[in-house]
């Protein structure tokens, strides 16, 4: 199940640069990409390479600034293992359930071109017994936050606790909040964006607001304004989980995520290499005992030096 930010990992699109052009397609995602050329035509056979939004032959020849999307990966050949040097900062553990602060710049799991260094690599490098719990290619793991979205994410490390924790998040009865710094000043102060989503026709690595989209609604409420630049922070409950939710729902709706260069978030005025978007608190059932879990995280340090020149006027 996904949610906002809770997306597969994916390549992002890539940009044909001058030393490539003229190259075949084929030839130059694989150099991109580390993948083999044979794995990289398994794909464009596959029509999950895209050269500016279409599918291309394998022979097709590049041209300077044309953009390469990648929306698939080559098969896994083995499941993922350990890897001690990925850093994992663990904020609860024990033998049904780990929750863990994910930061920024990090992928959840394996995936297009992401085979290691992933936070499943580190929690399995930390909890071995995690490699048996769920998919043996995303062991224990029941939700995402995609790259570049911070925050709380819950693992399953058991069987019971994996069902279970699926289940929860079914039933709509896991708390996920989270913070956003939107653009723009809201008509309401709160209320809920009603919007199915699914692929966007024209960009396949992004998500949109789709009539034949799957049912997504994101509640908010504005925390506070600010007039320079004009600005929300906004708190938002995600009542379903579809890839990027909140960031394609304020959008949507004309309040792009700051720092979201994917869904119109980029501008001059607050300079932010990622969207300001963070996982800040997180509530569920615990598998074994019933006991209501919950859990909150702060800021980290970039976004709360944004919320503190914004305060200052600067």
Request: charged share 25%; aromatic share 4%; proline share 6%.
């Given at each position: 199940?996904?949610?906002?930010?809770?997306?597969?990992?994916?390549?992002?699109?890539?940009?044909?640069?001058?030393?490539?052009?003229?190259?075949?397609?084929?030839?130059?995602?694989?150099?991109?990409?580390?993948?083999?050329?044979?794995?990289?035509?398994?794909?464009?056979?596959?029509?999950?390479?895209?050269?500016?939004?279409?599918?291309?032959?394998?022979?097709?020849?590049?041209?300077?600034?044309?953009?390469?999307e990648i929306l698939?990966?080559?098969?896994?050949?083995?499941?993922?293992?350990?890897?001690?040097?990925?850093?994992?900062?663990?904020?609860?553990?024990?033998?049904?359930?780990?929750?863990?602060?994910?930061?920024?710049?990090?992928?959840?799991?394996?995936?297009?071109?992401?085979?290691?260094?992933?936070?499943?690599?580190?929690?399995?490098?930390?909890?071995?017994?995690?490699?048996?719990?769920?998919?043996?290619?995303?062991?224990?793991?029941?939700?995402?936050?995609?790259?570049?979205?911070?925050?709380?994410?819950?693992?399953?490390?058991?069987?019971?606790?994996?069902?279970?924790?699926?289940?929860?998040?079914?039933?709509?009865?896991?708390?996920?909040?989270?913070?956003?710094?939107a653009w723009g000043?809201?008509?309401?102060?709160?209320?809920?964006?009603?919007?199915?989503?699914?692929?966007?026709?024209?960009?396949?690595?992004?998500?949109?607001?789709?009539?034949?989209?799957?049912?997504?609604?994101?509640?908010?409420?504005?925390?506070?304004?600010?007039?320079?630049?004009?600005?929300?922070?906004?708190?938002?409950?995600?009542?379903?989980?579809r890839t990027h939710?909140?960031?394609?729902?304020?959008?949507?709706?004309?309040?792009?995520?700051?720092?979201?260069?994917?869904?119109?978030?980029?501008?001059?005025?607050?300079?932010?290499?990622?969207?300001?978007?963070?996982?800040?608190?997180?509530?569920?059932?615990?598998?074994?005992?019933?006991?209501?879990?919950?859990?909150?995280?702060?800021?980290?340090?970039?976004?709360?030096?944004?919320?503190?020149?914004?305060?200052?006027?600067?």
């Amino acid at each position: 199940m996904n949610a906002d930010g809770e997306a597969e990992a994916e390549l992002e699109p890539i940009v044909v640069p001058a030393a490539l052009d003229g190259d075949r397609v084929d030839r130059a995602v694989a150099f991109a990409t580390g993948w083999t050329r044979a794995d990289v035509v398994t794909l464009i056979d596959a029509q999950l390479v895209l050269v500016d939004g279409k599918p291309v032959a394998k022979s097709h020849k590049l041209r300077e600034g044309a953009v390469i999307e990648i929306l698939g990966a080559p098969q896994a050949d083995a499941p993922p293992v350990g890897e001690a040097d990925v850093e994992v900062n663990v904020v609860y553990a024990d033998d049904d359930v780990v929750v863990v602060a994910k930061p920024a710049d990090i992928v959840v799991h394996p995936g297009a071109g992401h085979a290691t260094g992933t936070l499943v690599n580190g929690l399995l490098a930390r909890f071995p017994d995690l490699a048996t719990v769920g998919d043996p290619m995303r062991p224990g793991i029941v939700h995402r936050l995609d790259r570049d979205t911070s925050g709380l994410l819950m693992v399953a490390r058991s069987a019971r606790a994996y069902d279970s924790l699926v289940e929860q998040l079914s039933e709509r009865t896991v708390e996920r909040r989270y913070i956003a710094l939107a653009w723009g000043h809201f008509a309401s102060p709160r209320g809920v964006v009603d919007a199915p989503i699914g692929r966007s026709e024209s960009r396949r690595t992004r998500m949109a607001v789709r009539e034949s989209g799957k049912p997504a609604r994101t509640a908010y409420e504005v925390d506070r304004d600010f007039e320079k630049p004009v600005c929300s922070l906004v708190d938002c409950r995600l009542e379903t989980g579809r890839t990027h939710q909140i960031r394609v729902h304020l959008s949507a709706v004309g309040h792009p995520v700051v720092g979201d260069a994917t869904y119109g978030g980029s501008r001059e005025s607050i300079k932010l290499s990622r969207p300001f978007l963070h996982a800040t608190t997180l509530g569920f059932d615990h598998p074994g005992t019933g006991e209501r879990m919950s859990f909150t995280d702060p800021l980290p340090a970039v976004l709360q030096a944004v919320l503190d020149d914004l305060d200052a006027g600067v």
